[in-house]
């Protein structure tokens, strides 16, 4: 068998590297923000792209969720949309206001609650010509009980959730 002989130096190296990665670690952490405001979109977990990747401007018109294509993508405010053709994509770039989900696409139920969520593409809304998503069927049955007390209960909490 043979048996390995670490000398006092060698020790002493790797005690100095450990305590220098942890006074690091520490800086670091102590230098964050107390407390990282969210995104203004909602995207994934490592990803930038909004909607789930669904095309919002096929609510509207086909009055259902359609995936988008990255074949026919548009980076928006530091976010990437998709949409399902280019006549959707160009209509966005004229007037993405008009299109893009209220909230950021945060769930709107969410929203008049006092925080986000995540949203499902296939959980949405659209009221007096706005887009609203919400987490899923149970909160869309939620949501579906008093749309306009929600919407003014979100719209005077956004973007304040976000902090």
């Known amino acids: 068998m043979t048996r390995v002989h670490h000398r006092p130096r060698d020790l002493r190296l790797a005690i100095e590297i450990i305590a220098s ?14 407390h990282a405001s969210k995104d203004k979109v909602y995207t994934s977990l490592f990803s930038n792209v909004a909607v789930s990747g669904y095309d919002p401007v096929a609510y509207f018109r086909e009055g259902k969720p359609v995936e988008g294509s990255s074949a026919f993508e548009l980076e928006h ?24 989900p209220q909230y950021g696409g945060y769930c709107a139920w969410a929203v008049s609650q006092g925080y986000t969520a ?19 069927d149970d909160v869309q049955s939620t949501w ?8 003014e209960k979100a719209d005077s909490n956004w973007p304040k959730v976000l902090q």
Do not use: C, H, M
């Open 77 to 100: 405010e530091g976010y990437t949309y998709r949409f399902a053709n280019q006549t959707n994509l160009d209509d966005f770039i004229a007037d993405p206001e008009a299109f893009a």
């Open 144 to 151: 579906e009980t008093d749309i306009p007390g929600f919407i």
């Open 21 to 34: 990665i942890l006074v690091l670690v520490v800086a670091l952490v102590a230098a964050a923000p107390a």
């Open 118 to 136: 995540s949203a499902d593409p296939d959980n949405w809304t659209i009221v007096d010509g706005k887009l609203y998503l919400n987490y899923n």
